[in-house]
């Protein structure tokens, strides 16, 4: 069975959402969310990327992510996935509660529902590239290697 997710607020799998809010440290900062995070990143050692870290929801960071008045750094395309890997990862990795919401899907297919985003998500046709899902999947089987899963299943104990 695929599982389907977008909204924040959905349950249970709105903590796969971008904008659900699950604050983690990385880079030696404080990120509010993985949106927060990925916006940023596309600014990376600007005052904007500060602005955004900084920003009161991840609806504004989004917003201030994509002004396109200011300029992307130039490797963006080549290493946007991978910024979203370590965002998403580092949020898995910083709460157990979600984490175990993910190691509990099982080896099912994870797809953002939009169709509005044919790159993160199904887009409109269904046939979308669902990166966002795809590494959620990456991430659950590299956290399922370090964390041993509990009798109850919540994955919270790293692996020794």
Known sequence: MTIYFYGANEVPYGCFSNFSEHGFDLDGLW??????YFQAQKFKGTRHADL?????????????????SKPLRRDW???????????????????????????????????????TDHYW?????????????????????QLRAEFAETPDGDGSRPRR
Request: aromatic content about 2%; proline content about 2%.
């Open 31 to 36: 990120w509010p969310t993985s949106e927060h």
């Open 52 to 68: 955004i870290r900084r920003a009161r929801t991840p609806l504004r960071a989004a917003e201030l992510g994509r002004d396109s």
């Open 77 to 115: 395309e080549r290493v946007k996935d991978d910024v979203m890997r370590r965002a998403v990862a580092a949020k898995f990795r910083e709460h157990a509660d979600i984490r175990a919401i993910l190691l509990s899907t099982g080896d099912e297919e994870i797809v953002e529902d939009t169709t």
């Open 121 to 141: 998500g199904r887009g409109r046709t269904g046939n979308g590239k669902n990166m966002l899902g795809r590494i959620l999947v990456s991430t659950r089987n």
